[in-house]
Each structure stands twice: as C-alpha cells, then as structure tokens.
C-alpha cells in the first residue's frame, strides 16, 4: 500500500496538476506551485551540494517572508530536520538552539546577520555552510542564497524520504528555563494536516494569510494544511504587526482565513469605524484565534467587522499538535471553553496525581492522544518519558472537563505567561533577575493587559540593606532575555510578605490574584 506523501512530495504533485495556480507569496513575491516546487528542488539539491546528509539539522533564522516556505519545501524534499528560531531572541538565546540541536547549517537574513555575528565565534556551524538571503549584499563568510539557488538543479533530490522521517525539531520553553527541542515527523505533520483540512473544511479555492511568525507552531501546522490540499499560502511580511495594513491585506488580498491572537484583533478593532466600514472583508470566511483567550465582548466584535466569517478557537501545543477546537457556533454557548476533541483524536484524559481521571467538573493534567503527537524531545529522553503515558501526551496543562464534554484550561503550563501570543516561562526571566546582586528572590507572573493579553511583571524580595529600582533591573535583564520576556513592571516585598507553600516555593497564582485585585501595584 503506497504510504503517505510527505509535504515534499505532495509539493511536486501540485506543480504536476496545478502548475501555473498561485501557490505562495509574501508582499513582496509571488510564486506558483511549479516555481515553488521548483525553487526548493534547488534549495534541496544546494544544501546537499554542501556536504549535508539526510537527518542532518538547518536552523533557520528570519521574519516572515516568502523563503520559510522554500526552506520547509527543501529540507522536507533532502530529508534534512528544519530547526526554526525564533527571530526575537538574543544572539546568546539563539546560539543555544543552534547549539543543542547540532545544526551543520544555517540560514539567516540580512537583517538578523547582526545577531549571528554577535555569536559568530562560538557558532559549531561549519564556515562554509552558514547562507545570507535578503536585499543586503552578501558579506563576507556567507554564501549568498540565491546564488546556491540558481547554480544548482531544479530536478528532484532523488533522496529516500519517507513518512516515519523527522522533518521540525522546534524549539518550545521548559518550565526548567532552557528550550527543548520538539521533534516531529513527516508523517506527524502530513496527518495534522488533513485532520486541519477536514475540522476547518478547507479545499483549494481558499488561501491562508499566515501573520504569525514562521518559526511558530501555529503558522507551520496551517502552512502544512494549505498547502497540502492545493490552496495558496500568503504570508504576512512586515516586520510588525500593522493592523490598518493587515486589514487591508486581508480585505484585498484574497485570502480566506487568518489565525491571530487576541492582540491581532483587538489593534484592527482600534481603528476608526469609518476605515473599516470602507473595507470588504467578504472573501475572508474562517478566523481563528489562538495563543490566548479572548474576552466575550472581543469575539462579538470580530464578528461584527467580519461578516461573513466563522469563528473558531483551538487549544495545543508544539508537542501534540491541536487538542481541542471550539467552532463558531459554541462561541457564546460555551464562553471560557476551548471546546472538545479535534478530529482524529482520543478521548482527551484528564488525571490526578495518581495517574487516576477525575470526575467532571474536578481540575487535573490534561492528556491527549492522537496520530500527529510528537516523537521526542530532542536529547532528552527523561522528559520524553515525563510527558507519555502510553499513547497519551502532556504538556503540564491544568484543564476540567464540563458536564457537556468541553474542556476547560485552568493553568497553562502551570504559571505560563502569554503576552502578544509568545510564551514567556517564569521561571526563565526568574534566572536572569535572580542573578543581580541585589536580588534574594524573585517571582514573575503575568497580569492583565489591554494590549499583550498578559503583561510580564516581576515582584522582588531584595536582600537585606540592599537598593535597585525597577527600571535597573529591567536594564539587567536588556541584554540577557528576549524583548518580550522582559518584565514591563517590578513590585517589592519584604521576605515575610512573599506567598508561599509549606515547602517554601513562591505561590504564583496567589500573587497575580493580589496584584490584579489592586491593579499591578
């Protein structure tokens, strides 16, 4: 029986049937599938050209653009593992990825260059495998991507790929501070896939406009739905959110669906009523939110500015892919909820300390099965273990499941802070302000903020006779963490007024249900 085709594959197919038919493009270049397909044969062909052998890891650094989607073509036609980074961590942060994952490539555009050189002497990449893309001149000690691209073949690689391969190794932050690597395969990626397909009802006649960045779960897993069944993929590639110019891209652009954060949304809906009343937003008949819950009042008027769209929300992680879904019509009727299994799923578990599943209604870790689960953490198997029980997977989620079957988070992953749609792990930022001098203890928490969703604040026990303000410690922390891990607010407390358990571990969520109730002071 002929296996699965992987997203490589699947790419040649459409150049076959579909040719000519638009098959990506960013705001600034457009290709059909024939050239996409034919454009990562070459990107293929040049990365083994390099020495790289199947399984070998290409990190990858940049914003969004119409690349991300050549290099996910090309590595999954050579075999080769993907490793994305995100574009907003520090040189140190980066190099770790780098680093732990082995990479013996790496793509980077111009305009991130300067954080690979920060780092450039302690890079483990071989010289002659490190590739610039971008409108900056290629400088010296980087191949020039377009040059690899046009020297080298545009036939397909020929190598032996099947389903059962490693494609992604993605990065997602441990509760421990350092990121461990997500792996996942062809098969894992082809299946989410299709399920996405069918759960969303998508076909070709419609086109995505992915906003978040490439190098997010989020938009490679509707970048792989899209694409598989033939539709177009347009990418969103300003370097920032701009809502009157997303708008606009999304009334013009033709595009059909978009997944956003709340954030997302709530900017477009800042902007005066007349711009939007004078947009046409017809064409656009699926949303998604995601990354973060979303007000009542948010959803109405998303609704209001997108009329003839459905509204859905989902729940998942690197790790397991979609676990749950909520759809248009459950939006008001289950407000709080992130709906029910996806399609393709088990019955989600939801167990005590015991490993016992308790009652409806009662909160517990939430376990998930289904085909597209991740393989492994990337050198890591005592986590590995850690996050199975048999066929089920975790990823430390607290949920409850109502009398009705909807499920309910009740921590993410544990004292998660979510701001912007990026996922900010206490204890990481915690390291770095526990590290200055004055500092005896630290906790950071997320509060409510108009803006991000969650707004990362620090609350200081300082040490006896000592004296640093806020705004030094959020200057110790500039070069140490990524911009949005930085805490935007620092509360002091005496040692004594810090919350904790019987065992001595700061209560989190003690302390963002005081300072919300006074308003973060």
């Excluded at 495998?129 to 980087?142: D, I, Q, S, T």
């Excluded at 070709?204 to 779960?217: F, T």
């Amino acid at each position: 029986m002929k296996e699965l085709l992987t997203v490589g594959q699947m790419l040649a197919v459409h150049a076959c049937v579909l040719g000519e038919a638009s098959g990506a493009r960013d705001l600034e270049r457009a290709m059909t599938f024939r050239q996409w397909n034919g454009r990562s044969c070459r990107l293929a062909n040049a990365l083994l050209g390099l020495g790289l052998a199947k399984g070998d890891r290409v990190a990858v650094l940049a914003h969004n653009c119409v690349e991300w989607l050549e290099i996910y073509g090309a590595t999954a036609k050579a075999g080769l593992i993907v490793v994305p980074i995100n574009f907003r961590l520090t040189g140190r942060e980066a190099l770790y990825i780098v680093e732990n994952a082995e990479a013996t490539a790496l793509i980077v555009q111009d305009e991130l260059a300067g954080l690979v050189e920060e780092v450039r002497a302690d890079l483990p990449v071989p010289a002659a495998n490190l590739v610039h893309f971008g409108r900056a001149p290629c400088p010296a000690g980087y191949r020039a991507y377009e040059e690899l691209i046009a020297r080298a073949s545009d036939r397909e690689p020929g190598q032996h790929v099947v389903p059962a391969d490693p494609w992604t190794l993605m990065y997602t932050s441990g509760t421990t501070g350092r990121p461990k690597g997500v792996l996942r395969s062809h098969r894992a990626a082809v299946l989410l896939s299709l399920f996405t397909e069918i759960e969303l009802g998508i076909h070709r006649r419609d086109g995505a406009l992915l906003v978040m960045p490439l190098c997010h779960a989020n938009s490679l897993n509707f970048l792989g739905a899209f694409a598989y069944c033939g539709a177009e993929t347009a990418i969103y590639s300003r370097r920032s959110f701009d809502p009157e110019h997303a708008a606009r891209t999304l009334a013009e652009g033709g595009s059909t669906f978009t997944s956003l954060v709340p954030t997302h949304y709530i900017m477009m809906l800042g902007l005066p009523a007349a711009l939007r009343a004078g947009l046409d937003f017809g064409r656009v008949t699926r949303l998604m939110i995601s990354s973060a819950p979303a007000r009542q009042d948010t959803k109405r008027e998303v609704m209001e500015m997108f009329p003839n769209s459905g509204l859905f929300e989902l729940y998942g992680s690197s790790e397991a892919g979609w676990v749950t879904m909520l759809h248009p019509h459950e939006q008001f009727s289950k407000l709080g909820s992130v709906g029910r299994e996806c399609v393709g799923s088990a019955p989600i578990r939801i167990l005590d300390g015991n490993g016992d599943e308790v009652p409806d209604g009662e909160a517990g870790e939430l376990y998930s099965s289904n085909p597209y689960t991740f393989d492994r953490y990337w050198k890591l198997p005592e986590k590995t273990a850690e996050a199975f029980r048999g066929d089920y997977c975790t990823v430390g989620d607290m949920a409850r499941r109502d009398g009705d079957g909807y499920i309910h988070l009740v921590d993410r992953k544990s004292n998660m802070i979510i701001s912007g749609g990026e996922n900010v792990y206490p204890s990481e930022v915690e390291a770095v302000l526990g590290g200055h001098p004055a500092v005896r203890d630290v906790a950071v928490i997320g509060l409510p903020d108009a803006k991000w969703g969650e707004a990362v604040h620090a609350v200081v026990v300082l040490k006896d006779g000592a004296a640093v303000t806020a705004a030094e410690l959020v200057a110790w922390s500039r070069d140490r963490l990524a911009g949005y891990k930085r805490p935007r607010g620092c509360s002091f407390l005496r040692d004594d007024e810090m919350p904790r358990t019987a065992t001595g571990k700061n209560l989190h969520r003690v302390l963002r249900t005081q300072l919300t109730a006074r308003g973060g002071g």
